[in-house]
Every structure is written in structure tokens, then in C-alpha cells.
């Protein structure tokens, strides 16, 4: 791509104030169609912003070798999961793609090569709360994928390199859950409020005060931090999307939690909303 055709796409982003940055706990795909809390945190927390002319996301749900965007103009919903009312399936989240977005984004990104694909779309990870946001599904979405050969830092640092685009309306989501480990569900108590394994609990109070404490070594090293985290974060894929939203995090911006509740005993729906001072 030559000079001046990046310099068009850039010109159909024009300059704006700096959007804000969220890491949604996503939780059980259900949450697409329920009315909860969670659900309710979601609405709310959309309208305490001006509306993105895009939205990035970065899904606990696309993992793949290097990193991919979504390029497509109409991208499918993708149903990446079983066992769910057919009410579920039936769901159609039609926002439209960005080509233009995921072109800046491969062209920002310096620290790896970035493929711009159409063999994705939105999945569960994305469309199950940006549904939530925006049901109206008017605002264009694009993905961006984890590659999982890479380490926290890696992402940390990669999050970073998509700070020009704050600036440019476009809305950065990371997707996942902080505490996740469905093997340990406890399935008795998922209508128990709040209810959580001394382990998760620990691993949740010390997610939190790093997070809102601006320490973020600690959550990117977080392999090295004893049992409650290897409990919590038995795989890296729910936890990494939180490392690109704090790599993006700048000095003056304001950060607070959401929807921080934890559920089943071994999952936390724990949100993070990150604005410009």
C-alpha cells in the first residue's frame, strides 16, 4: 500500500478526543439473550460515551498462529459453541465490517505482520455483549486475533501499537473473563450471588487492585504469581484480551470496574472501563 492510499483511509477516520477502553467479562453466551445484571452493566456503560464510528475487538474466542483481522464488509455471526437453546442459534448480529479499519490496523502495527482474513466474523466473544452496546448493530466491528505462540508481553506491547486509533472514534474491546476455569464450575451454586472458591476470590481482589492500581507487571507476569492464578487462569486465552485494553491505558485516564461479580465459584464477570481523564 503506497502513501497516499493509506492517507485516504486515514481521512475517512478523521481525528476525534480519545475514545475510552473496556475489557467486558463476557461470561456464558446466554448473557446474549438474558436480562441480568451483567447484561443491564452492559447497557450502562455504553451510554456514558459518544457513540464509536467503529469498534475493534479483541475476542478470547479467535485464537490462531500470528495475527489476523477481520476484512470483510458483512461479517457472519459465528454460533462457536453447543449445547444452548436453539433461541441462541437464532441469534443474528449483522453490524457491518470495516476493510478500511482493519487496513489501518495492519498498517500500525509494526511488531508483527497482521493478515486481514474473511474466514472469520463476529464470534460469541464479540457479538454476545456488543449487542449489549449497540442493538442496533450501526456500528461497523472489525476483530482482532491472539495469537497464542506469543507471550503476555507480547500482547501487552502489541495492545500499544493500536493507541492512534483512540483518536480516530474507534471503540478497543477486549473480551474474556479475568477468573476463568469452567472445569471447576460449581454448577449447584451458579444461582448463589456472588459465590466464589477462596482461590478465585484471592485471584480477584489482587486482579483488581493491580488493575486499578495502574500496576499492570504484576497481571502480565501473572503465571508467576502462586496458586489462585494458575486456578484462575488455567489457559491465557479469556485473560490476554485484558493485556491489550492496559496496554492502551495512558497516564491521565480514569479507570474503574464493572459488573464485578463472580459466579459459579471459578468465573468473574469483573469489567474494566477506562476513560480519558
Known sequence: MNLSELTGIASSFENTEAMPLLFLGHGSPMNAIEENEFTKGFRAISTRFEKPKAILCISAHWETRGTFVTAMEQPPTIHDFGGFPKALFDVQYPAPGSPELAEMTKELIQSTEVG?????????????????????????????????????????????????????????????????????????????????????????????????????????????????FELAIPTPDHFLPLLYVLGLKEAKDEISLFNDKAVGGSLTMTSVYISPA
Open 116 to 228: 486481514l482474513t474473511e474466514k472469520w466474523g463476529l464470534d460469541h466473544g464479540a457479538w454476545s455483549v456488543i449487542k449489549h452496546l449497540y442493538p442496533d448493530a450501526d456500528v461497523p466491528v472489525i476483530e482482532m486475533s491472539i495469537d497464542y505462540s506469543k507471550g503476555p508481553e507480547f500482547h501487552y506491547q502489541l495492545g500499544k501499537e493500536l493507541a492512534t486509533l483512540r483518536r480516530k472514534g474507534v471503540l478497543i474491546i477486549g473480551s474474556g473473563n479475568l477468573v476463568h476455569n469452567l472445569r471447576m464450575v460449581a454448577w449447584d451454586k451458579l444461582e448463589t450471588p456472588g459465590f466464589a472458591f477462596d482461590w478465585a476470590q484471592e485471584a480477584r481482589s489482587k486482579m483488581n487492585t493491580w488493575i486499578t492500581e495502574g500496576d499492570h507487571q504484576p497481571l502480565i507476569s501473572y503465571q508467576k504469581q502462586g496458586k489462585a
